[in-house]
């Protein structure tokens, strides 16, 4: 018997429990030998007593700089114009820290 989608009344939303959300690029990261920033990044988060950001590795952004990893912030993606970001291969990711926890 075929399965039915999900009617449109199933499909529900429910608070995230973190306020930002920073997406990397996984073909960049592999591409320049960086597979550890996403763990990176979330120990120097911690270390900076910031707890309710999240990173995701997600496919190619579409972006490929020469010498960096390209990142998107969540809540810069749904401008009009969406703005990414590039983590230089040789800045440490306490680079982004700023960026991610606004005074």
Excluded: Y
């Excluded at 399965?3 to 996984?26: E, M, Y």
């Excluded at 590795?57 to 993606?77: Q, Y």
Aim: aromatic share 0%; net charge positive; glycine share 8%.
């Amino acid at each position: 018997m075929p399965k039915t989608p999900p009617s449109h009344d199933t499909i529900g939303t429910a608070p995230a429990p973190w306020r930002q959300l920073v997406l990397v690029c996984g073909k960049c990261m592999k591409r320049q030998d960086r597979d550890t920033l996403r763990g990176d990044l979330k120990r120097a988060l911690r270390r900076a007593g910031v707890h309710e950001i999240r990173v995701a590795v997600v496919g190619c952004l579409d972006l490929c700089p020469d010498e960096g990893v390209t990142l998107a912030l969540g809540a810069e993606i749904g401008r009009a114009v969406p703005g990414l970001r590039v983590l230089p291969n040789d800045a440490p990711v306490e680079t982004l820290l700023p960026l991610l926890t606004p005074p």
